[in-house]
């Protein structure tokens, strides 16, 4: 069974819109907070993305891992 991350590259391989996450840290802190999620130092927050364009979801999290965030993307926004 793949885990987390390869089910999340499955998922959009073929979207335009692409996964991106990064961990919290000062220079991210206002982007979060003005999404109204609660921000926490360190924690991985992750969204879809079309790189070039202002189109992107809300960002998802905090998380502990990777894997969760992966988890939840194709959650909220894999094709069933």
């Given amino acids: 069974m793949p885990d987390?991350?390869?089910r999340m590259?499955?998922?959009f391989a073929d979207s335009f819109m692409k996964p991106e996450a990064?961990?919290?840290d000062a220079d991210?802190?206002?982007?979060?907070?003005?999404?109204?999620?609660?921000?926490?130092?360190g924690a991985i927050y992750a969204?879809?993305?079309a790189s070039g364009f202002l189109d992107c979801t809300d960002w998802s999290g905090?998380?502990?891992s990777?894997?969760?965030a992966a988890d939840e993307?194709?959650?909220l926004y894999a094709d069933d």
Avoid at 28 to 41: A, F, I, K, Q
């Fill in 62 to 64: 905090p998380f502990d």
């Fill in 9 to 11: 590259r499955e998922a």
């Fill in 47 to 49: 969204r879809l993305s």
């Fill in 28 to 41: 991210t802190e206002s982007m979060l907070l003005e999404s109204g999620l609660d921000v926490e130092h």
């Fill in 22 to 24: 990064f961990r919290c």
């Fill in 66 to 68: 990777l894997d969760a």
């Fill in 4 to 6: 987390a991350i390869e």
């Fill in 73 to 75: 993307l194709v959650r």
